[in-house]
C-alpha cells in the first residue's frame, strides 16, 4: 500500500538481519557506541529502574522461559502426538504475564498493593505453565507404550550436542542403572537421596494405607542430543 500511495520510494517488507546486511552493504562510516547507553542525549532513561524490585524482574523472566522454552514446545510434540494443543489455556498464561509488562508495573514503581496483585498474575500463569508441563510430558511418555520404568530427556536447549540433565526419581531402592534406548549404559552422579513415605507421592496413595518408605533420588547425567 505503500508503494501505491508513495510513488517515488521502494517500500520493502524486510527483517532486521536483512535491514543490517543492507546498511553494511553500504559501508558507511557509523558511530561506534559503547556502554550501558544510560544517559541518552535525546531520551530520557530511568537509570535505577534496574534495581527496583529485581525479584519481580527475575520472576518475570522464569514465566516466560516457561511457557516460551517447556510449555509451548511440550504441547506442540503432544498434539504430533494426538493430544489437543491448549491454545487457550496457553493464551490465558501469556495474557497474565504481558498484564504485568505495563509501564509501572515491570519499572516497579507501583504501590506495594499493586505489586502484590502483579505477584499473583506471576503465580496464576505459573500454575497454568506447570500443570501443561507435566500433563503433556507425562501424556508424551505414556504414548511409548513401554514396560520399562522410562526416564524420558527433552531437549529444551534447543541446542545440539552434549547437555547436562538434572533429573529425579522416586523409587523403592537407593541405586539403579541407566540406560539408553540402544542399552548403553549412562554414568550419572547422585546429588541427594531423600527418604520419604509412599503415601505422600501423591492424592490417590496417600488414600490408602502405605507405610512402606520410597527414595526421592536427585542425580545428574550428560545426553548427547542429536538436535
Request: glycine share 4%; hydrophobic share 35%; aromatic share 10%.
Amino acid at each position: 500500500h505503500l508503494n501505491e500511495i508513495d510513488k517515488e520510494t521502494n517500500y520493502i517488507h524486510s527483517s532486521l538481519e536483512e535491514y543490517i546486511k543492507s546498511v553494511e552493504h553500504e559501508k558507511p562510516q557509523l558511530q561506534r557506541l559503547e556502554g550501558d547507553l544510560i544517559a541518552p542525549e535525546n531520551s530520557r532513561t530511568h537509570t535505577s529502574m534496574a534495581s527496583t524490585r529485581v525479584y519481580q524482574k527475575k520472576r518475570n523472566r522464569e514465566e516466560q522461559n516457561l511457557v516460551e522454552r517447556y510449555v509451548e514446545p511440550i504441547s506442540s510434540m503432544g498434539w504430533i502426538f494426538g493430544a489437543e494443543y491448549p491454545s487457550n489455556l496457553i493464551e490465558l498464561e501469556w495474557k497474565y504475564i504481558i498484564k504485568n509488562h505495563a509501564h509501572d508495573s515491570i519499572c516497579g514503581c507501583c504501590t506495594d498493593r499493586v505489586h502484590r496483585q502483579i505477584d499473583e498474575r506471576f503465580e496464576s500463569a505459573n500454575d497454568i505453565g506447570s500443570t501443561l508441563l507435566k500433563t503433556y510430558s507425562r501424556a508424551i511418555t505414556r504414548n511409548l507404550n513401554s514396560e520399562e520404568l522410562l526416564l524420558l530427556t527433552f531437549n529444551n536447549s534447543m541446542v545440539k550436542g552434549k547437555q547436562l540433565v538434572n533429573a529425579e526419581v522416586i523409587v523403592p531402592y537407593k541405586g539403579f542403572e541407566l540406560y539408553d534406548m540402544e542399552g548403553r549404559n549412562i554414568p550419572y552422579q547422585i546429588e541427594k537421596v531423600e527418604e520419604i513415605k509412599a503415601s505422600s507421592i501423591g492424592i490417590w496413595s496417600s488414600m490408602g494405607n502405605f507405610s512402606s518408605t520410597v527414595n526421592k533420588i536427585k542425580f545428574s547425567f550428560y545426553v548427547d542430543f542429536p538436535f
